[in-house]
């Protein structure tokens, strides 16, 4: 059974930063592309990145492009996601995700086979 644990959320204020990190277990991970996701408070569940398998490639939504960096360690079984430059509309319940699907494919939630439990980043003004 494949899990995905994400941490490193918190408490942040609004220009600082936070790095996500997502652990895959059951699995290895180079086998998926590795996307993260965002859900604000009333909101839909929304794309933020994609890394492909071997972490050559990257997609950003518009509001990460420049701010936030995706990232991966196949060693480690582990995909990353630095958030700087933080805005209080990034405040969000960030989820980590694996798709069986290209990168360039895979900026749907469709396009994911297995989900994190979310890691909450809360930003202040």
């Known amino acids: 059974q494949v899990q995905l644990v994400e941490s490193g959320g918190g408490l942040v204020q609004a220009g600082g930063s936070l790095r996500l990190s997502c652990v895959v277990s059951?699995?290895?991970?180079?086998?998926?592309?590795m996307g993260w996701f965002r859900q604000a408070p009333g909101k839909e569940r929304v794309f933020v990145a994609v890394?492909?398998?071997?972490?050559?490639?990257?997609y950003y939504s518009d509001s990460a492009k420049g701010r936030f960096t995706i990232s991966r360690d196949n060693a480690k079984n582990a995909v990353y996601l630095q958030l700087n430059s933080l805005k209080p509309e990034d405040t969000a319940v960030y989820y980590c995700?694996?798709?069986?699907?290209?990168?360039?494919?895979?900026?749907?939630?469709?396009?994911?086979?297995?989900w994190g439990q979310g890691t909450q980043v809360t930003v202040s003004s």
């Open positions: 059951g699995r290895t991970v180079s086998t998926y592309s």
């Open positions: 995700a694996a798709s069986g699907r290209p990168y360039y494919s895979a900026t749907d939630l469709t396009a994911y086979d297995e």
């Open positions: 890394i492909s398998r071997n972490g050559f490639n990257q």
